[in-house]
Every structure is written in C-alpha cells, then in structure tokens.
C-alpha cells in the first residue's frame, strides 16, 4: 500500500511561518514524522509540496496507478481551488484532507473548504498530529473499507 502526502503552498516555511498558529516544527520534520508511521504501519509513503495549485492538480493525476490513497493539505487552495476539488473528485483516489490549525476559529475565508467535499474525511486542529491520525484513518479505510 502506498500513500502520498501532499503539502500546499506556504507549508515549505513552516517554522519560521506565524509559529503562534502553526508551531515551530519544520516540514521535514513533520515528513520524517509521517514516514517513521507509515513504517510502522506496514506501509509505504511519499511526501510532496508545491506552493503551485497546477503543480498540485498534477501530482495527484500521476498518483493515479501508482498510489492507493492521499494525505491532502491543501493549504489556502483549501478556500479557492475548485480545480483541486475536481482533481480529488476525478481521480478517484480516496484523500483525507488536513489541516494544522482549526480553520473554524480563525477568520471567517477560512470557514469554507471547498476542497473537503471531494474526500472521505478531514481532520484539523491537532496540529501535525493530523498527518498521523489521518495516515491511520486512510490506512484503516483502505484495508476495511471504512469511513
Ligand atoms: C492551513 C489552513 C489554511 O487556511 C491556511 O491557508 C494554510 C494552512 C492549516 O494547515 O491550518 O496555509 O491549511
């Protein structure tokens, strides 16, 4: 089983990005973090980010065959990206959207996702433990087929 996990745009700078919202842990650190729980897991990951939204829509088309499921923050694109929604829809590959910081208590562009739509859950709030309850929401939904 093989899982992408796919970063945004703005999360190469976590760390040095408002760490009052997001912590101060880096994005490699966090990938390392989720590889480590794949590991664990039984199962095989690969990390990717782009803060470009064309970048994004392709990578997740080339998963296609390749991959069985994908971790998804889709970052600010979250709130505008309807070509990222049709990306998740039409690839037909089941994602678990992430988000660091709950998007519900902050400002009120942040409330809609119009990303969330197109897959089969979404976690937020926990900060980069999200990755890791997602990775074994995903992994537990493509073994059962739960969710
Ligand atoms: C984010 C929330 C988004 O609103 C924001 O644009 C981000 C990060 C999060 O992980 O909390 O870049 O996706």
Known sequence: MRILVMHGPNL????????????????????QRILEAADAAGVEAECFQSNDEGTLVSRLWQAVGTCDGVI???AAYTHTSVALHDAIKGCGLPCVEVHLSNTHRREAFRHVSLTAGAC????????????????????????????
């Open 120 to 147: 089969i859950g979404q976690i937020m709030g926990f900060g980069a433990t999200g990755y890791l309850l997602a990775l074994q929401g995903l992994v537990d939904y493509l073994k059962g087929g739960r969710a």
């Open 12 to 31: 190469d700078m976590l760390g040095k990005r408002e760490p009052e919202v997001y912590g101060h842990e880096t994005i490699n650190s966090i990938n």
């Open 72 to 74: 998804f923050n889709p």
